[in-house]
C-alpha cells in the first residue's frame, strides 16, 4: 500500500495557485482591458484613443448645423405705440382715484371700464346696384402705383378693357347719426362717451363680388374682384387683425379718415379711355344717357319708315292719276316743257298760254271720319335758353355725385359709391352683388351687449349685399367673331370672315377653310384699318381657336301656312374637347341675330377708321362730336341732342359693342 498524505497545504496548493491565476487574470483585464490605462480626460469626459475622434467629429457636426442656422437676436424690439397712446390718453399716472372729496353730488366710487355697453348701429341695407359696361383702349399702368408714382404720372400701355362699373347708394346722414348716438348720444352717461374722432363712421371698404354662369346654366361661387390697377394697392390695406389695445385700429381709422383714401374707397377712379367718346359716367348717368341715345335712334328710324312710306305713296297716287293728265296729241306743248307743265308746277295742269281753262285734279271725297273736328296736335317746341340753363348737363349731375374734398358724407342723404371689374372676359355672363363696410371703433373691447358679441373681434361692420338681377345677367361683348359668307360644293372649301374689335376698331379678314384647317390665324397689321387709323402694331391676331369639321348640305322647312323646304349649307366647327356647333353658310341663311351684327360691322369698316387720342387728350375731357348716320334730306339732327355725339358712323358708338347673341367662340 501507499503511504497516505495528509499535509493540508499538500492537498490544496493546486487549488489555491488555479484562484490566484484566476484573481490575476481579471485583474490584468480590468486595468488594461476595461479600464482603458491610456484614456484621457476632454470636454469633462474621460475617452480612449478610439473614442477621441468620434467625440470631435459629433462636435464639428454640432456646430456646423448650428453655424446653418439664422442668428438669434435677442434683443428683440418691442413697440412703443401702445405705451406712446397710453400717455396721451392719460398723462398724468399714481392717482389716486379712491379719495372723495366733501363735495356734494360727487359720485363716491369708480367707474370701471369692463362695466360699459355700447349697442352699435346696423348699417342700414343699400340700394339696388346699376352697372354699365365701357369697352375701352385703356391706358393701363405697367407700374405699380404708389404714393409718389400716381396713376397721372405712371408709365401706360394701351390695352382693349371692358370696364363694368357697379354703383350703389347710402343714406350716410342717418348713417352718421346712428353711430353718434350709439357712442356718445343723450342716453350715454359722460362717463362712457367715447372720443369725438371715433364716433364718426369711416369707411372701410367697398367688396365687389361676382360669379359666373357657366354652361350648364348654373352659378359658379361667389369670388371678390379685385381692385383696378387705377387703384393705390397698399394704400387701402386693411390691419390684419385686431389686437387688445385697438391700436392699430385706431391708427387705420385715422389714415382711412384722411380725404383722399375715402374717395379713392368709396368712388375709385377709372381708366382713361383713348377712344373719341364721352367722358366715363357713373352707371346711372351713363345708362340714362344710351336710353336718350338709343330713343333717338329709335325715332330716327320711325321717320326713316314715315318718309319711305311717304314717299311710295306719293309715287302710287302720281302714277294712277298720270293718264289723265297726259296731253292730248293736238294740244301743243305749253311753256316749252314736256307734257305741258310750267315750270315744275304740278302735273296735269295746264297753263294759261294755252289757252285752255285751268283744270285742278279731282279731290277724293272727304270720309265721315275726316270731317270730325279733330283735336289740336301738340307740337314740340324748342327749349328756350332759360329752360336750357336750368336743366343741369350730365357734367354737372355727375359733379354733384364727386366725392371732392370739400364734401362732408354727414350731410349727404345719398352718398353714391361704387366699384370697377376689369378681369371681364369676353362672351361670359355675370352676377354682381356689392356692399359698404365701416371701421368697428370699439373693436376689441368687452363693451359689447349680449346680442353683439361676435362683432367684438370684427374690424370692419359690412352692410348687407345687394344682388343686381340674376335673370338679366350683366353680358361682357365677343370681340373675336367669324360668319361663314360663301362655299365652293366642289370640295366644300368655306369662306369664313373673321372679325376682331381692337383699340376702337373693327379688323376683318376672309380666309378660305377646308376640312380640319384652322378658322383664322394671326395676320399683319400693314393695310389694315388699324395702320390706316395710326395705330403702331405689328400683327392682329384673327385665330378663333375653332376647327373647321365638315361642311354638310341640309333641308330646312319654312313658312307658315303652306310649308316649302329650303336647302343650305352649314358649317361644323369645334374647338378641342368641345361638343361640334354649327351654323348656316350665307348670309341669306343666317338667324337674325347674326345677320344684324355682320352688319353693323359692315357699317362700321364703310365708315372713316376711329383715330386714338394721345394720354393728353384722353385726360382733358374734351367734349367731342362725330359723324351722324345718313338720313334723309327732310330729318336733321333731334333737337334735344343737336351738337352732341348721339350718333356714330358705321351704326356704332366707340366704346359700344353690338348685341352678343351670336352663337359663336
Not at 115 to 136: F, G, K
Not at 361 to 383: D, F, G, H, I, M
Not at 461 to 487: G, H, Q, V, W, Y
Not at 589 to 595: L, S
Request: glycine share 6%.
Amino acid at each position: 500500500m501507499g503511504r497516505i498524505k495528509t499535509n493540508l497545504i499538500e492537498l490544496f496548493i493546486d487549488k489555491a495557485v488555479l484562484a490566484v491565476a484566476i484573481i490575476a487574470a481579471l485583474l490584468i483585464l480590468f486595468i488594461f482591458v476595461i479600464g482603458s490605462p491610456n484614456a484621457i480626460e476632454y470636454d469633462g469626459k474621460k475617452l480612449a484613443p478610439g473614442q477621441i475622434d468620434e467625440f470631435i467629429n459629433r462636435k464639428a457636426a454640432t456646430v456646423q448645423e448650428q453655424l446653418k442656422k439664422e442668428p438669434q437676436d435677442t434683443n428683440s424690439y418691442e413697440p412703443k405705440a401702445p405705451l406712446y397712446l397710453g400717455l396721451i390718453k392719460n398723462s398724468i399716472k399714481d392717482v389716486n382715484t379712491n379719495i372723495n372729496f366733501p363735495l356734494p353730488g360727487y359720485p363716491t366710487g369708480t367707474v370701471i371700464a369692463a362695466n360699459r355697453i355700447y349697442r352699435l348701429p346696423t348699417i342700414e341695407q343699400i340700394e339696388n346696384p346699376s352697372t354699365a359696361i365701357v369697352t375701352m383702349a385703356a391706358f393701363v399702368p405697367t407700374e405699380e402705383l404708389s404714393e409718389t408714382v400716381t396713376y397721372d404720372k405712371a408709365e401706360t400701355k394701351l390695352a382693349d378693357i371692358d370696364l363694368v362699373t357697379v354703383e350703389s347708394g347710402i343714406n350716410a346722414k342717418q348713417l352718421y347719426e346712428s353711430f353718434r348716438t350709439a357712442l356718445a348720444g343723450k342716453k350715454i352717461p359722460d362717463e362712457w362717451k367715447i372720443e369725438e374722432q371715433y364716433t364718426r363712421p369711416v369707411f372701410a371698404k367697398v367688396e365687389l363680388q361676382r360669379r359666373t354662369l357657366l354652361e350648364d346654366g348654373s352659378w359658379s361661387q361667389w369670388v371678390e374682384v379685385p381692385k383696378i390697377k387705377t387703384c393705390h394697392p397698399k394704400k387701402t390695406q386693411l390691419p390684419a387683425q385686431v389686437d387688445e389695445y385697438g391700436t392699430q385700429i385706431a391708427i387705420a381709422m385715422e389714415q382711412f379718415a384722411k380725404t383722399e383714401i375715402r374717395n379713392e374707397i368709396l368712388q375709385p377712379p377709372w381708366y382713361d379711355n383713348a377712344i373719341p367718346a364721352e367722358k366715363w359716367l357713373c352707371p346711372l348717368l351713363y345708362n340714362e344717357r344710351q336710353k336718350k341715345l338709343d330713343k333717338e335712334q329709335a325715332e330716327l328710324k320711325k321717320q326713316q319708315l314715315e318718309a319711305e312710306k311717304a314717299k311710295r305713296l306719293i309715287e302710287k297716287t302720281t302714277r294712277t292719276r298720270q293718264p289723265a293728265a297726259r296731253q292730248t296729241p293736238t294740244q301743243p306743248p305749253l311753256g316749252g316743257l314736256p307734257g305741258g307743265l310750267e315750270g315744275g308746277e304740278g302735273r296735269g295742269t295746264p297753263g294759261p298760254a294755252g289757252g285752255q281753262p285751268q283744270t285742278q285734279p279731282r279731290q277724293p271725297r272727304p270720309s265721315p271720319v275726316q270731317t270730325r273736328q279733330q283735336p289740336p296736335q301738340k307740337t314740340k317746341t324748342a327749349p328756350t335758353t332759360a329752360e336750357k340753363r336750368q336743366t343741369p348737363t350730365e357734367e354737372q349731375q355727375f359733379n354733384e355725385l364727386l366725392l371732392t374734398e370739400k364734401t362732408n358724407p354727414a350731410d349727404l342723404e345719398k352718398l353714391v359709391f361704387w366699384a370697377h371689374d376689369d378681369t371681364t372676359k369676353p362672351g361670359e355672363k355675370y352676377q354682381y352683388r356689392i356692399r359698404i363696410g365701416v371701421f368697428n371703433p370699439i373693436a376689441g373691447k368687452p363693451w359689447f351687449s349680449q346680442e353683439q358679441k361676435d362683432l367684438q373681434d370684427q374690424l370692419v361692420l359690412f352692410s348687407n349685399f345687394s344682388e343686381t338681377d340674376p335673370n338679366k345677367p350683366i353680358e361682357i361683348p365677343n370681340k373675336l367673331r367669324f360668319f361663314a359668307t360663301d362655299i365652293r360644293e366642289a370640295d366644300k372649301t368655306v369662306e369664313v370672315k373673321v372679325a376682331r374689335y381692337t383699340l376702337g376698331n373693327w379688323v376683318t379678314k376672309t380666309f378660305s377653310v377646308k376640312n380640319g384647317e384652322q378658322i383664322g390665324t394671326v395676320i399683319n397689321a400693314a393695310g389694315t384699318r388699324l395702320e390706316k387709323a395710326g395705330i403702331q402694331t405689328e400683327s392682329i391676331d384673327l385665330a378663333t381657336g375653332n376647327v373647321m369639321v365638315d361642311a354638310r348640305r341640309v333641308t330646312e322647312w319654312v313658312g307658315a301656312g303652306f310649308l316649302r323646304a329650303r336647302e343650305f349649307y352649314e358649317l361644323l366647327y369645334c374647338k378641342t374637347g368641345q361638343a361640334i356647333a354649327t351654323v348656316p353658310i350665307k348670309e341669306r341663311y343666317w338667324p337674325e341675330e347674326i345677320a344684324k351684327v355682320y352688319k353693323e360691322i359692315e357699317q362700321a369698316e364703310a365708315a372713316e377708321p376711329i383715330t386714338l387720342l394721345t394720354r393728353d387728350g384722353a385726360v382733358s375731357g374734351i367734349r367731342r362730336t362725330t359723324e351722324t348716320r345718313s338720313m334723309p334730306p327732310e330729318f336733321g339732327p333731334s333737337s334735344e341732342f343737336e351738337g352732341r355725339p348721339g350718333t356714330y358712323p358705321g351704326g356704332m358708338p366707340p366704346g359700344r359693342m353690338p348685341p352678343t347673341s351670336e352663337r359663336d367662340k
